[in-house]
T-cell receptor, first 115, second 111 residues
Framework: EAQVTQNPRYLITVTGKKLTVTCSQNMNHEYMSWYRQDPGLGLRQIYYSMNVEVTDKGDVPEGYKVSRKEKRNFPLILESPSPNQTSLYFC??????????????FGPGTRLTVL | AQSVTQLDSHVSVSEGTPVLLRCNYSSSYSPSLFWYVQHPNKGLQLLLKYTSAATLVKGINGFEAEFKKSETSFHLTKPSAHMSDAAEYFCVVSENNDMRFGAGTRLTVKP
């Protein structure tokens, strides 16, 4: 089954404790991205990657890191989480980017709470 | 840069009545427009998309949207609401590999 998977689905942590949220897709997609969803703000893009070893900042990259060493994986790293990073996070992928012909497929989400 | 405004944060309808979720956009060029649905505790699912072909776009589950350039709108409609339509809906505009989400409209369906 074609899908985007994220782990963990739920995470409660404390300020300053490094964490990684994994994202994996099995559709051989070139483009992957991370979003955060906050009430009243919709989804905002954190980082995206057009291909292996190619990453770029989205709208809200501060406090986050990403890497794209393999095509299928795109982990999101919070080196020193803070309470304002408490949010619902979505990973997404598409075949080649955000072209009109592309469709983004979203993972199930990771709900992160930073105390 | 493009942007999108969903005019209602919450819409409530009775089962069997029409649904209208409103979306206005701003864009410098010819945008692609999407509607996504998010059911509770689920990821986002694509309902439909407009990519400069027919202005009336049909999606899944009986939803459709009409692209009106003169009004810069892309409203989502469904003739008859079903209980399973209760969810949050996001209007999205995309151009030049940049995607912007609206704040979302929560649809409640009353029995």
């Amino acid at each position: 089954e074609a899908q985007v998977t994220q782990n963990p689905r739920y995470l409660i942590t404390v300020t300053g404790k490094k964490l990684t949220v994994t994202c994996s897709q099995n559709m051989n997609h070139e483009y992957m991205s991370w979003y955060r969803q906050d009430p009243g703000l919709g989804l905002r893009q954190i980082y995206y990657s057009m291909n292996v070893e190619v990453t770029d900042k989205g709208d809200v990259p501060e406090g986050y890191k990403v890497s794209r060493k393999e095509k299928r994986n795109f982990p999101l790293i919070l080196e020193s989480p803070s309470p304002n990073q408490t949010s619902l996070y979505f990973c997404a992928s598409s075949l080649a980017g955000l072209l009109p012909t592309d469709t983004q497929y979203f993972g199930p989400g990771t709900r992160l709470t930073v105390l | 840069a493009q942007s999108v405004t969903q005019l209602d944060s919450h819409v409530s309808v009775s089962e069997g009545t029409p649904v209208l979720l409103r979306c206005n956009y701003s864009s410098s060029y010819s945008p692609s427009l999407f509607w996504y649905v998010q059911h509770p505790n689920k990821g986002l699912q694509l309902l439909l998309k407009y990519t400069s072909a027919a202005t009336l776009v049909k999606g899944i589950n009986g939803f459709e949207a009409e692209f009106k350039k003169s009004e810069t709108s892309f409203h989502l409609t469904k003739p008859s609401a079903h209980m399973s339509d209760a969810a949050e809906y996001f209007c999205v505009v995309s151009e030049n590999n940049d995607m912007r989400f609206g704040a979302g409209t929560r649809l409640t369906v009353k029995p």
